[in-house]
């Protein structure tokens, strides 16, 4: 068990090196060796694993790790979610509603089709969901009724959607960020360019080059920042901008219809994250490799404040109304409010430590983040989502991978729907997990053959309510959603994994694999025993079932 625990250890950092802006001589050997050290895992696993064990997951006879099922989880995610500008105040909103149901829109045939499936899930909800039911006058067991009722129709019209996926080429090395603009999808790359794509056709509009080092980061500020930015540039009120920050320590400007950089703001230090924050004239937000947010005035371009907030490089930022979250490399979340001043806008309000998050990792780890109301969504190159309460410090953990060789590089949202990238480190296979929210309860999995590693994901509804995706990493992907009936030709993967129905874990019974590091040291440690969590499904011996068909 030790070997495998150090070649899951080496295989993890070498997946993280894979995805650094540059890269030594010594640590391109390490990547050389990850084909090695995979066939190596590979024997290992077929060695050790039982007929019912996990790929991956321990089999040392450790007592079962899960503490509760969803509904009895101290830290269980209320249904009430406050918005993003009456946080501060405390205020509460209605229930939120649920993911809606797939549209079924007719499109034009051709393209890579994908197939969702999801398992059946036998989880209670959240006992705050029916709390705020109590009003209407039902009894807790219709409630409970009417709302598993909802989950179920919600998770058979998932299990149905299918999407066309097309590739974008053009990149010639990994893309690190992409954003969504109208009809437009914006990429940057390490290769250092930008480019601007027109998804109806699928096409490279533009190439905005420009930077010296690796585009690290983008955002796009909302159309009324865009215009009062194109009045004092003597442009069109319908142009749209975008930002991009770099290693090259650069923050660029780009209007898009002309594809120029319209403005170059100097950092002084590699750009490694950074938001636009749509509050009061707008400010840019920027992080650091060195652990710096910065905040710049969107109208005079100016620094307004330098803050050492983080131990190393800060990985990802994000903004909810008047606030604004920051994520590090070391697992530290820090949350500001902004007050909207011209000099020192951001105000510290909780900074919580690796300790807290239990994310600690070293300087090579990438956290994203995504919040929601009171709640963060954590990305960790593990195989959980952790969701942190930011008033009070309290974890919770999501299971997205149902082994521990499985890695989370990004989190999203979209309407009611969160979703988790997954990428195995033992075998390569790259899916993604979808949740209804705010339940956070499984619905179901999407991969496809030969599915690249996500890094990056963003995502928008069309005029007719059809989704549309955008992935990044090793492959650029749109994602367009398909009409449940007619399916095209393809071969087509539906993975439904009954080991994901309860997967909402409190943390203090967190495995090692949350606590070590990624040293790649050959003579380390690599501990005794697996310990990994066993999920409830996984009593009956199936592990989960996988349906492979080729559709006529």
């Known amino acids: 068990m030790g070997e495998v625990r150090k070649l899951q250890k080496k295989l993890r950092q070498i997946e993280n090196l894979e995805i650094k802006i540059s890269l030594s001589p010594e640590e391109k050997f390490k990547i050389s060796r990850k084909a090695e050290l995979r066939s190596r895992l590979a024997e290992l696993q077929l060695q050790l694993s039982g007929p019912q064990q996990t790929l991956g997951t321990g089999g040392d006879g450790k007592k079962e790790k899960m503490k509760r099922q969803v509904e009895d989880a101290l830290e269980t995610l209320p249904s009430q979610t406050p918005p993003a500008s009456k946080i501060l105040k405390g205020e509460t909103e209605s229930k939120a509603t649920g993911t809606p149901a797939p549209a079924a829109r007719q499109r034009g045939a051709g393209g890579d089709v994908a197939e969702m499936g999801g398992p059946q899930d036998g989880t209670e909800p959240a006992r705050a969901s029916l709390q705020s039911r109590d009003e209407s006058g039902c009894s807790p067991e219709q409630l409970l009724r009417q709302e598993e009722a909802e989950f179920s129709s919600l998770k058979a019209s998932w299990e149905k959607a299918r999407f066309r996926l097309r590739l974008l080429e053009g990149h010639n090395d990994i893309v690190t960020s992409v954003v969504a603009v109208d009809n437009l999808v914006v990429s940057g790359s390490r290769d250092t360019t930008v480019k601007v794509w027109h998804v109806p056709t699928a096409t490279e509009q533009k190439n905005l080059g420009g930077h010296t080092g690796g585009v690290t980061c983008l955002s796009a500020p909302p159309p009324e920042y865009c215009k009062r930015l194109a009045r004092t540039l003597s442009l069109s009120d319908k142009e749209r901008f975008i ?310």
């Not at 105000?347 to 600690?360: A, E």
């Not at 209804?436 to 496809?448: E, G, M």
């Not at 994901?500 to 070590?516: A, I, K, N, P, V």
């Not at 501990?527 to 349906?547: I, K, M």
């Open 243 to 552: 930002l991009s920050g770099s290693a090259d320590c650069y923050v660029k400007i780009w209007a898009l219809s002309i594809g120029q950089c319209v403005k170059s703001i100097y950092t002084f230090n590699a750009v490694t994250a950074l938001c636009f924050a749509p509050e009061g004239d707008g400010y840019i937000i920027t992080g650091s490799d060195g652990g710096k947010v910065q905040a710049w005035s969107w109208h005079a371009f100016q620094n307004c404040q330098s803050v050492n907030a983080h131990q190393e490089a800060v990985t990802s930022i994000q903004s909810q109304g008047p606030l604004v979250f920051s994520g590090s490399a070391e697992g530290g979340v820090s949350v500001w409010e902004n007050w909207c001043s011209e000099r020192e806008p951001l105000k510290l309000l909780h900074h919580w430590s690796s300790q807290v998050t239990c994310l600690g990792g070293g300087p090579d780890g990438l956290l994203k983040l995504s919040p929601r109301g009171d709640r963060v969504f954590l990305a960790y190159g593990r195989a959980w989502i952790k969701i942190l309460h930011w008033r009070t410090g309290m974890i919770s953990r999501l299971t997205n991978h149902s082994s521990i060789t499985g890695v989370t590089d990004c989190v999203h949202q979209t309407g009611g729907l969160l979703i988790g990238s997954c990428y195995d480190l033992a075998n390569g296979e790259s899916s993604l997990n979808l949740f209804s929210l705010p339940q956070c309860r499984y619905l179901a999995s999407l991969t496809w053959p030969d599915a690249p590693r996500i890094l990056c994901f963003a995502t928008w509804t069309t005029g007719s309510g059809d989704h549309r995706w955008v992935t990044g990493g090793r492959d650029l992907i749109v994602w367009e959603q398909l009409p449940s009936a007619g399916k095209q030709r393809g071969d087509v993967t539906v993975k439904r994994d009954n080991r994901m129905d309860s997967t909402l874990l409190e943390s203090e019974g967190d495995t090692e694999e949350d606590e070590e590091s990624d040293d790649y040291e050959d003579n380390e440690d690599g501990g005794a025993g697996e310990g990994g969590v066993r999920p409830e499904g996984a009593e009956d011996g199936s592990p989960g079932s996988w349906l492979r068909c080729v559709l006529q």
